[in-house]
């Protein structure tokens, strides 16, 4: 990193009051901060020469006080069904260490963007990858929507001008209430009507209940929350989800319905990974249609993705379905979720692979993690 490089503020970490400070800074008038919004966020244009209605002095002073800097695009992917998933690195370091994934998924109305909030995690669920491959350093605000901007950017707007990115879901690498301070701002812009512009029921968070953090999320924020279950029991979820030894599912769920509350929200979205003769028994659904009955809860059952060394098994699509339908059955809303993008995931672990072996198995098991109903 280069002196200046280090000196330079990176503009998407800034929410518009910051922006026009910065521009005010500059000795401009604050109607350039708008000017910038427009073409960072309505244009997706990334670079000050291009802002023509600025002023070359103006551009050539931002050029050298100023940067719109994403994660750089270390490969991408297609699959067969239309999902893109790109690999990038945070930081400026060469390793992929540093390694990200971002992952779009287009379906009919809409396109879901799945993005990451550290490189890593420290959670260690048992049944997820990243235990193996621990926590590396959280990002930071810019490279949390830099995510969003750069799919925006490459994907290009459709023939009537629509962004390509509708719903963005936190379900990629890390734990976004690990990093409330990067992620809350990075919420903002998200829904910031000058900046990404997107409603709050299309920006979805998920969490492995993080108590705390929820209350806090309630008291800042309004998007749709995610809860990563897994088990209806605290013997279970102690074993699977070993945050739940400090913050029980009785504490998790009181947590989860105040959010529901203080957001006047539609409802919770419970993940629930089914590991087979672990958590998918009939006693379990059973179990866990007591604790969500009657509740504002959906539940998102997700095969399991197996990488190498799990001890864990997807479970049998029939025990899969059995147990979606007996919580339908007992009125709590379950879908299956499916998985995407199979073909890539593939393909992209094999390049990882060939430089830093966690980092693939890590993107190699979290295409399933995408789908979220708005
Ligand atoms: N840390 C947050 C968000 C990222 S994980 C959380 O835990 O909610 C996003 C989702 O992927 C979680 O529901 C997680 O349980 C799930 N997941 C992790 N590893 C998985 C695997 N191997 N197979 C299927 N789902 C997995
Ligand atoms: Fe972290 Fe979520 Fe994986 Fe648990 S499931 S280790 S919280 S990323």
């Keep these: 990193m280069t002196a200046t490089d280090a000196a330079r503020t990176n503009l998407f970490g800034l929410t518009p009051a910051e922006l026009e400070a910065f521009v005010v ?3 401009e008038k604050p109607y350039r901060a708008r000017q910038l919004l427009t073409w960072i966020y309505k244009r997706w244009v990334g670079d000050f020469d291009a802002m023509t209605d600025l002023g070359r002095e103006l551009r050539a002073r931002l050029a050298a006080v100023a940067e719109l800097r994403v994660p750089e ?7 067969a069904d239309g999902t893109r998933k790109w690999l990038l690195r945070a930081g400026r370091s060469d390793g992929l260490e540093q390694a990200i994934e971002t992952v779009f998924i287009p379906e009919p109305g809409r396109g879901t963007l799945c993005i990451s909030s550290q ?5 260690d669920c048992s049944f997820c990858s990243t235990g193996a491959q621990g926590f590396n350093r959280n990002l930071d605000t810019a490279e949390i929507v830099g995510q969003v901007w750069l799919a925006n950017q490459r994907l290009g707007s459709g023939p009537g001008g629509e962004r390509a990115v509708t719903n963005v879901v936190l379900m990629g690498m890390g734990e976004p ?5 990067n992620v809350l701002p990075a919420l903002q812009l998200l829904l910031e009507d000058r900046a990404f512009d997107l409603s709050r029921r299309r920006v979805t968070l998920s969490t492995s209940g993080l108590v705390p953090q929820i209350y806090r999320l309630a008291e800042d924020t309004n998007v749709a929350l995610a809860v990563s279950l897994h088990a209806p029991n605290d013997a279970l979820r102690d074993q699977l989800v070993p945050i739940n ?4 599912i009785a504490e998790l769920l009181a ?4 959010y529901l509350e203080a957001q006047n929200g539609r409802s919770i979205t419970f993940e629930y990974v089914l590991l087979d003769g672990v958590n998918d028994q009939p006693a379990h659904a059973r179990e866990l249609a007591v604790l969500l009955a009657g509740r504002d809860a959906k539940v998102n059952l997700i095969p399991f993705n197996a990488f190498p060394g799990t001890r864990y098994r997807r479970s049998a699509p029939a025990a899969i379905e059995a147990f979606r339908d007996y919580l339908n059955g007992r009125g709590v809303t379950a879908t299956v979720r499916r998985t995407r993008g199979d073909d890539i995931d593939a393909a992209c672990g094999q390049l990882a692979g060939r430089v830093h072996d966690r980092t693939t198995v890590r ?4 295409m399933v993690a995408l789908e979220v109903e708005t």
Excluded: I
Aim: glycine letters at 12%; one cysteine or more.
């Design 73 to 79: 695009v270390v490969a991408e992917h297609v699959s």
């Design 25 to 27: 800074g500059l000795g």
């Design 363 to 366: 993107l190699g098991t979290k």
């Design 245 to 248: 030894r400090r913050h029980p």
């Design 119 to 123: 490189v890593g995690c420290a959670l």
């Design 177 to 181: 209430l690990a990093n409330y301070r």
């Design 255 to 258: 947590a989860c319905w105040h």
